[in-house]
C-alpha cells in the first residue's frame, strides 16, 4: 500500500489500530482477538479482512489455527518511514493498557489448551479439560453451591459429577444464558437461583461443598461471602476457591465494576478463620510471566461436630 488518501482511511478507526497494534505483538487467531476487545466475531473480522487487503496484516495458518500478524515485508519505501512513528504514536490509544492485560490472559488460556508452540511434537488429543474431567470420577456423589456462578460454565463441569448443585447469583440475565447452555448440554441435576451471595437461600447445613470461583473481589464485603459459605455448608463440608491476587489494575472498576482488585494470601486465610473455617491451603494456580494477574487456589474446612 502506498502512502495515500485511502492508507489515513484506513487507519481512521480507533477500533482497527488497537487491532493493529496487538498483532503487532503477538499472532492472534479471531477468537482471541474478539476475547482482547471483548467485541463481536463479526466486527473484528471485517477490520482484519480490511487491514489484510492493505498488506499491513497477513494470515499464517499453523496446526489447523488461522493467525493474524502485522506483515512486515510490507513496511518498504514512505511505509517504511512512517511505520515507527505510526507505532509509537498506537502507544497512547486509549485503551491500550487493557488490551495488553487482556492479551496476556488469552496467551496464559492459550498455554494452558496446549496450544502454545513448543520443542515437542504435537499430541493429539491433550487437553486440561478433559484431564479436570477424569479427575472428577475421585469426587464423591454430593450437593454442591456454586456461589456466583455466572455462565455457569463451572457448575456444568461440576454437576457431571455432583449428585446435585445449586447454581446463585445476583443476575437474572447472566442466569438465564446459563440456564440455556445448561438445557443445550442435558443437563438436568442443576438448580438456579437468582440471590446475591451475601444472603444465600438456603438451609443452614444443607450442602457438602461450597465453590468460589472469582467471587470474593466482586463483593462488597468479602467477609460475608465467606460466613454465608460457612454457614451453609454441612460439618465436615468444604469450600473451595479461586481468587485473584493482589494487582494494581485500575480498569477493572469501571470496565467489570469490581469493587477489590484481588486480595494477598494474609486477607483470604483472614477471612476464611474468621468464618470458622479450619485446614486451610492456599496456593497459586496460575500465573504467567508479563501477566498482571494471578489466580490463587485454594480450600478450607468446616469442623465436624
Keep these: 500500500m502506498n502512502l495515500s488518501a485511502e492508507f489515513f482511511r484506513l487507519l481512521g478507526d480507533q477500533q ?134 455466572g455462565e455457569g460454565y463451572l457448575t456444568l463441569e461440576v454437576a ?25 448440554r442435558g443437563a438436568r441435576n442443576i438448580q438456579w437461583k437468582h440471590a446475591r451471595v451475601e444472603r444465600v437461600p438456603l438451609k443452614s447445613e444443607s450442602v457438602d461443598a461450597v465453590l468460589m470461583a472469582q467471587v470474593l473481589h466482586c463483593l462488597k464485603d468479602p467477609a460475608i461471602g465467606v460466613s454465608e459459605g460457612h454457614r451453609i455448608l454441612k460439618p465436615g463440608g468444604r469450600l473451595l476457591f479461586q481468587e485473584l491476587r493482589t494487582h494494581d489494575e485500575e480498569w477493572v472498576r469501571t470496565k467489570l465494576g469490581d469493587p477489590w482488585l484481588g486480595f494477598e494470601e494474609k486477607d483470604i486465610r483472614v477471612f476464611l478463620q474468621n468464618a470458622g473455617f479450619t485446614d486451610v491451603h492456599i496456593d497459586v494456580g496460575a500465573k504467567r510471566r508479563g501477566d498482571p494477574f494471578t489466580v490463587l487456589i485454594g480450600c478450607a474446612a468446616k469442623r465436624k461436630k
Design 16 to 149: 482497527r489500530l488497537r487491532i493493529l497494534r496487538i498483532v503487532g505483538r503477538e499472532k492472534l487467531n479471531v477468537s482471541e482477538l474478539t476475547e482482547v476487545f471483548d467485541a463481536a466475531q463479526s466486527g473484528i473480522s471485517r477490520h482484519l479482512r480490511l487491514l489484510r487487503e492493505a498488506g499491513l496484516v497477513r494470515e499464517d495458518r499453523e496446526r489447523g489455527w488461522t493467525y493474524y500478524r502485522v506483515d512486515d515485508s510490507q513496511f518498504t519505501g514512505g511505509l517504511a518511514d512512517i511505520w515507527p512513528l505510526l507505532d509509537q504514536e498506537l502507544q497512547k490509544l486509549e485503551g491500550c493498557r487493557q488490551d495488553d492485560v487482556r492479551l496476556q490472559e488469552v496467551l496464559r488460556q492459550r498455554q494452558e489448551d496446549f496450544r502454545e508452540e513448543s520443542a515437542q511434537a504435537v499430541v493429539p488429543g491433550r487437553s486440561w479439560a478433559a484431564w479436570a474431567r477424569t479427575v472428577s470420577y475421585l469426587a464423591p456423589s454430593c450437593v454442591v453451591a456454586d456461589l456466583g456462578c
Design 160 to 184: 457431571r459429577w455432583a449428585r446435585k448443585v445449586i447454581a446463585i447469583d445476583k443476575s437474572r440475565k447472566i442466569l438465564d444464558r446459563a440456564k440455556q447452555l445448561a438445557r443445550k
